[in-house]
Each structure stands twice: as structure tokens, then as C-alpha cells.
């Protein structure tokens, strides 16, 4: 539990770091992110697709 909870700390802490230093783009909603993951299947689908 310790453990988890330092690399859980680790991980916020280098997070909010980066954030603060670097640019870094936003992440889109889940359901934008969704969205764009169902179409790109869906054309993957229909590009190789068999007549």
C-alpha cells in the first residue's frame, strides 16, 4: 500500500511538473476521444474491406 501510494505521488508530482514547465496539448473528452477512435476504425474497416 506504501508503495502504491509513493509512486502514486510520484506520478502526480512529475504530472503537475511537466505541465507547469512544458507545453503540453490538452487531452479531449472521452467521448471526443471515443468519437475519433470509432471513425478511424471505421475507415480502416472500409479501406480494407473485401469485394
Do not use: C
Amino acid at each position: 500500500m506504501i508503495k502504491f501510494l509513493l509512486t502514486f505521488g510520484a506520478g502526480i508530482y512529475v504530472g503537475i511538473y511537466v505541465t507547469q514547465n512544458f507545453e503540453v496539448p490538452r487531452v479531449d473528452e472521452p467521448t471526443k476521444l471515443w468519437q475519433k477512435t470509432s471513425d478511424t476504425i471505421k475507415d480502416f474497416l472500409d479501406d480494407h474491406k473485401k469485394p
